[in-house]
């Protein structure tokens, strides 16, 4: 089972970028799917998730009205819309997968850095 986080990089605060989880090994409609961010030094902090059974996606606090979590079965993927984004959303952003019934997320993603700086 690999998860491909992709799309992060430099952007300036108020810019928007797209984090895309690509799965192989796993059909992303059977596992719950979460975008978490972590910060060196910082917990790791849980922005969204997809759930199994009706695809709809529930956000943190810190990402509601900020962030669009979305799920493409045919690509076999996850995305992470952000929108005007501000220099202390810069993190590293994995994606995680998690089995039906289960409490931990079994699989992860290597992450990708986003970075908002001016």
């Known amino acids: 089972v690999q998860l491909q986080a992709s799309g992060g990089g430099l952007v300036q605060p108020g810019g928007s970028l797209r984090l895309s989880c690509a799965a192989s090994?796993?059909?992303?409609?059977?596992?719950?799917i979460g975008w978490f961010r972590q910060v060196p030094g910082k917990e790791r902090e849980g922005l969204s998730c997809?759930?199994?059974?009706?695809?709809?996606?529930e956000y943190a606090d810190s990402a509601k009205g900020r962030v669009t979590m979305s799920r493409d079965n045919d690509r076999n993927t996850v995305s992470l819309q952000m929108n005007n984004l501000k220099p202390e959303d810069t993190a590293v952003y994995y994606c995680?997968?998690?089995?039906?019934?289960?409490?931990?997320?079994?699989?992860w993603g290597q992450g990708t850095l986003v970075t908002v700086s001016s």
């Open positions: 997809i759930s199994i059974s009706d695809g709809v996606a």
């Open positions: 090994g796993i059909r992303v409609e059977y596992y719950a």
């Open positions: 995680a997968a998690k089995a039906i019934g289960g409490t931990a997320y079994d699989y």
